[in-house]
């Protein structure tokens, strides 16, 4: 059976020090130890940053790729190397921390960049949406300070957040997350493998 290939999404700014990375880089060493992927394409958002969104980007967006002028082209590059990137992956690993309930902007702009008409998703002539990039499976680790046992089951943002938009706009996705909590507690370790026993 070919080996899956896997795309690693780096969010967080902190570097080795990140509990969202190292939980993320957990999840491909436990895929790698099962003999389960082959090539990892790994990056660090935090080393490129994905552009915000302004009104000639969406412009582009939601032209007909067939019809992009020079200009649009060139401010589409970073979003068609994100595609790429999506599109030539089995496997997305997505580690992000939790900031004020939410996930990084940083992948929030990535996803900005990710979701295209006419790329991502279209419609059909009954005007029903359809996607482009079934079948993917995501790896979620989100990182927090505190515990999600502490707040309202409702007030679950990133993961729910993540599985709608990947369902709505670009195909099909399987998302299982992953936590680590409750990292801001004194003398705090990190054990990576117990929260990965299930996978």
């Known amino acids: 059976m070919p080996k899956k290939q896997v795309l690693h999404l780096i969010t967080s700014a902190r570097g080795n020090a990140s509990y969202s990375k190292g939980l993320s880089t957990a999840i ?5 130890s099962r003999q389960e992927i082959g090539t990892i394409v790994e990056r660090d958002l935090t080393e490129a940053f994905p552009p915000f969104l302004h009104s000639d980007l969406i412009g582009a967006f939601y032209k007909d790729p067939l019809s992009v002028d020079e200009t649009e082209r060139h401010l589409l590059q970073y979003a068609d190397s994100v595609v790429k ?3 030539n992956a089995d496997i997305l ?4 921390p939790m900031y004020n309930l939410g996930m990084s902007a940083l992948l929030k702009s990535w996803i900005d960049q990710l979701v295209r008409f006419g790329v991502t998703y279209g419609y059909d002539e009954n005007w029903v949406r359809k996607c482009k990039m079934n079948g993917k499976k995501i790896y979620l680790a989100i990182a927090s300070g ?3 046992a502490d707040w309202p089951a409702d007030n679950e943002f990133i993961a729910s957040h993540i599985k709608a938009v990947f369902n709505a706009y670009v195909g099909l996705t399987e998302v299982q997350t992953f936590r680590i909590e409750g990292t801001v507690a004194p003398g705090f370790q990190a054990d990576y493998e117990k929260i990965l026993a299930g996978l």
């Open 28 to 32: 491909i060493a436990r895929l790698q």
């Open 85 to 87: 990137d999506v599109s």
């Open 93 to 96: 690993v997505i580690g992000t």
């Open 146 to 148: 505190g515990r999600m």
